[in-house]
């Protein structure tokens, strides 16, 4: 089980390069993440979008210059190429370059080229917070809005096939709330306990899934003896479900901001992994996101 963003990437690396498909990929950022990606023995790329544009970056950023190179100017024709060069294995792992979202996502559910697999799209985030000896993944805090439980399950199943991926058997599941009652009128109460049930009857992948339960819970055994609760993941959760966005933002904008934490993420519930981070991200975090696609997609066509 890799516990730090170093971990993640020897384990990745160990598995073998992975093919990246880049889809509109003249991003000077995006190819600076790619070129220490390939440095580190991780990743090779194809890098799909107009060679006019991408052929210059490939000189400033110092990729080789013999790195395969789709031509495709027109930009969502270039994410749908992008989209089949994964669908059709010549790449296993799908990156967001310099193309609206939006149209980036269309492709990835195109009905004759895209990578549907029927579950909804989530993002799975993952922190390493100083002082942890752990990583700590959460989910949904990137995509969906305010998921329903028919949602939440599809969020859920795609975060914990993933740690199956990486390598955790049987992940903890916080799925938090404000408190550890079901109350009818806090309907996020009703949803964590709909879903642990769900994992008890074998409904949802491998796992221990706890809810509802408060973050004190969650985060410190001495918060669940304090307060009388006999939980198997309390102090040792993998993934932390939030009941919607802002506490998914809030949470991991909190462990980054205040608790310092390095934060990477990915895109699931397509058939492969999908980089898409933000242009605020540093370079460290972008590379940190592709060893974790990396390594879901190697453990996943392992299993």
Do not use: W
């Not at 990578?115 to 989530?122: A, C, N, P, Q, V």
């Not at 805090?141 to 914990?160: Q, S, V």
């Not at 519930?269 to 696609?293: D, F, M, Q």
């Amino acid at each position: 089980m890799p516990r730090s963003f170093d971990e993640i990437l020897t384990k990745a690396r160990g598995l073998g390069k992975v093919t990246v498909s880049v889809a509109v990929a003249q991003d000077k950022d995006v190819l600076l993440a790619l070129k220490s990606a390939c440095d580190v023995g991780l990743a090779d790329a194809i890098l799909v979008g107009d060679t006019s544009l991408i052929k210059p970056l490939l000189a400033e950023v110092g990729l080789p210059a013999d790195t395969r190179i789709v031509h495709e100017p027109e930009m969502a024709r270039a994410a749908l190429t992008a989209v089949s060069l994964v669908r059709k294995g010549e790449a296993q792992v799908l990156m967001k370059g310099m193309v609206n979202t939006s149209d980036f996502l269309k492709a990835v559910l195109n009905a004759e080229v895209g990578l549907r697999t029927g579950r909804l799209l989530s993002h799975l985030g993952v922190a390493e917070i100083p002082g942890v000896d752990r990583l700590l993944f959460q989910t949904d805090g990137g995509m969906n809005i305010a998921p329903a439980l028919a949602e939440k399950k599809d969020i859920l199943t795609n975060a914990m096939l993933a740690l199956h991926a990486i390598g955790i058997a049987e992940p903890k599941v916080a799925v938090l709330t404000a408190n550890e009652q079901v109350n009818p009128k806090m309907p996020a109460t009703v949803d964590a306990k709909a879903l642990a049930d769900m994992a008890a009857a074998g409904e949802l992948p491998r796992g221990v899934v706890e809810g509802p339960i408060a973050l004190d819970v969650a985060a410190s055994a001495e918060a669940a003896k304090h307060k009388g609760i006999s939980s198997k993941v309390s102090g040792q959760v993998d993934i932390m479900m939030v009941p919607n966005i802002e506490t998914g933002n809030a949470l991991g904008k909190s462990l980054i901001y205040y608790a310092k934490a390095k934060f990477a993420g990915v895109v699931l519930g397509a058939t492969h992994p999908i980089v898409l981070t933000s242009r605020a991200e540093t370079p460290e975090g972008k590379l940190n996101s592709i060893a974790l696609a990396c390594l879901i997609a190697g453990g996943a066509e392992r299993r």
